[in-house]
């Protein structure tokens, strides 16, 4: 066991121990990376740690070979474990039995109820294959004398506002997603194929993390051009080999990652001079996110900003091609619909100081192309600070080509 060696964030600690004492939970055990993450600061790889809070002390349970990376979080203690014993041909639920054990006594748990992971969750890749505990971890903790109790609204809670030390960690990862956006629209032109444009645009997210103090950061890029950029409201993006044309509109979304921390971002960019239909649809939908983010402060509901947004781009007359919500949280989760605050026309959520979210007005027009901007908030009690204010005006987004 190690004690902490960097500065413990506090203020995710109190929220955490606050919202424990409210559900009259004795601590709370958590296995999913991104809970792992908000509960101790360490984003696991694998996906066998798990963070155990209680009322002494926030104490990790990690691999022996990721422990470098559970130092950088700010648990109070790790209790690192050798997984993949020769001895046992399902080696995690053993191996782990006797470290979970250890850090439950650290962490002062002795009541009987604590919360756990139990319903459907969006879970962000962590690595190529990843371990999901499912119903071992609460057979573990009954063997210890522990009752789970199903804490995913505890959670949902918690992730719903970042601490000052989140809130910074997102900025960075938005920070070094707009250095992939600066290459990679540099490279956009005429006879490149989606793919390609795509890769130009993912390559930058890991070769820039180091400098930015990060140790893992990477992402997923999707480009679609043309009439392919219609489909792009859909539960997935695609890149093809499609090359692209001159003078169409070029949908590049993006979700990167940095340490955990997790972006939704995407531009709609131009290869050359936009003709009037084009600056028609670039009119409604930047109209549409400048008054989303002004309508955007604590007090205000979320189904507000949604319609901020949507009356603009109704207005213009595209309201049937606006075909999904403004927005949703971000942070933790990359794309997730249920995430807090939700900008939907049926949310019931109401914002406040601490919570980010994207805001992401579009338009699809069916057989020609898709339309959308989608930026990174923060809210503050200022109001709105935009944590990706690159390539924001359409004088940004319009790509013009010199001769060869």
Request: charged letters at 20%; a negative charge; one cysteine or more.
């Amino acid at each position: 066991m190690s004690a902490r060696p960097f500065g413990r964030d506090d203020e995710r600690v109190a929220s955490i121990r606050a919202a424990l004492e409210a559900s009259s939970l004795d601590g709370l055990i958590c296995a999913l990376p991104s809970n792992v993450l908000l509960a101790s600061g360490y984003w696991p790889v694998i996906g066998t740690a798990c963070a155990v809070v209680g009322p002494h002390a926030t104490v990790v349970v990690a691999p022996r070979d990721e422990y470098d990376f559970a130092r950088a979080g700010w648990a109070d203690a790790i209790v690192a474990f050798d997984a993949g014993s020769l001895e046992n041909l399902d080696p995690v639920a053993h191996d782990i039995r006797e470290p979970l054990r250890s850090a439950i006594a650290r962490a002062g748990i002795e009541g009987a109820r604590v919360g756990v992971e139990s319903g459907p969750q969006h879970e962000p890749s962590t690595y190529v294959g990843a371990f999901r505990f499912g119903d071992v971890l609460g057979d573990l903790l009954r063997q210890e004398g522990l009752t789970p109790v199903p804490a995913d609204d505890v959670l949902s809670h918690l992730r719903s506002r970042v601490t000052a030390r989140e809130h910074d960690a997102i900025a960075g990862a938005c920070a070094i997603a707009q250095r992939g956006f600066a290459a990679g629209s540099s490279a956009l032109r005429p006879g490149v194929t989606e793919s390609e444009a795509a890769e130009r645009f993912r390559a930058p997210l890991g070769i820039t993390a180091e400098a930015s103090g990060v140790r893992r950061a990477g992402g997923y890029v999707f480009a679609m051009s043309g009439e392919n950029g219609a489909n792009a409201f859909g539960a997935y993006a695609r890149s093809t080999s499609r090359r692209m044309r001159d003078g169409e509109l070029v949908l590049v979304h993006c979700n990167s990652y940095a340490d955990g921390y997790w972006t939704d971002i995407t531009r709609t960019y131009c290869l050359g001079e936009p003709g009037e239909r084009q600056r028609a649809l670039y009119d409604a939908v930047l109209s549409a996110r400048d008054a989303a983010i002004a309508s955007i402060r604590p007090g205000v509901r979320a189904a507000a900003v949604d319609a901020a947004a949507r009356d603009v781009i109704a207005s213009r007359g595209f309201g049937a091609q606006f075909k999904h919500s403004t927005g949703h949280g971000v942070g933790f989760v990359a794309i997730d619909a249920r995430a807090h605050p939700r900008l939907h026309p049926a949310s019931t959520d109401v914002l406040r100081a601490g919570m980010v979210c994207n805001v992401e007005p579009a338009i699809y027009v069916d057989g020609y192309c898709g339309l959308r901007h989608c930026d990174m908030i923060a809210v503050t009690e200022a109001g709105a600070e935009v944590l990706t204010p690159f390539h924001e005006r359409l004088e940004d987004l319009v790509l013009h080509f010199g001769s060869a």
